[in-house]
């Protein structure tokens, strides 16, 4: 079976479609499926903002397909690893969920990388350009661990 991960900020549109494609790219396509969701509704449909397709196309990859959706509940039975950008989607995630078993699928992204620390993705839409460097160079760096723990995970489960 494959592991399935979701990635999950406020408008879909700049920081989880980039976790998304950083991840999809460091993991094969025949064991996990990832994909990226918004706590809101105000971007749905739309496709990425063109600053993270820019910085994403700068690093060699391509999120310009991807349409925002939003998350919900369903969520939580398809999705194995449900990973928030900050605080704030952790906190709107969390009181939709509808057990404990639901609660603990959900991560704040860059305690993989800062254990315990809470450290959030900030959310590049309205500041300056170099936002979206930033934050491409942050998940790029937890995306190297999640992808190494999820393959040692996948392959002792599997
Ligand atoms: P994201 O950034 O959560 O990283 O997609 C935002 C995009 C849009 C808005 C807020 C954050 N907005 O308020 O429309």
Redesign the pocket.
Known sequence: MKTKILMV?????????LAEGILASKLPTDKFVVDSA?T?D??VGSQP?KR?IAIAKSKGLDISCQK?RQFTIQDFIEYDYIYA?DGS?YQNIVALAPNQKSVEKVKLILNELFENENVD?P????GLENGFEI?YNMLDEVCDVIAENLKKNHFNAN
């Open positions: 900020c406020l408008g879909n549109i700049c920081r989880s479609p918004g809101g105000w971007h903002d993270s925002a950008m989607n993705v959310d590049p839409y309205f934050v």
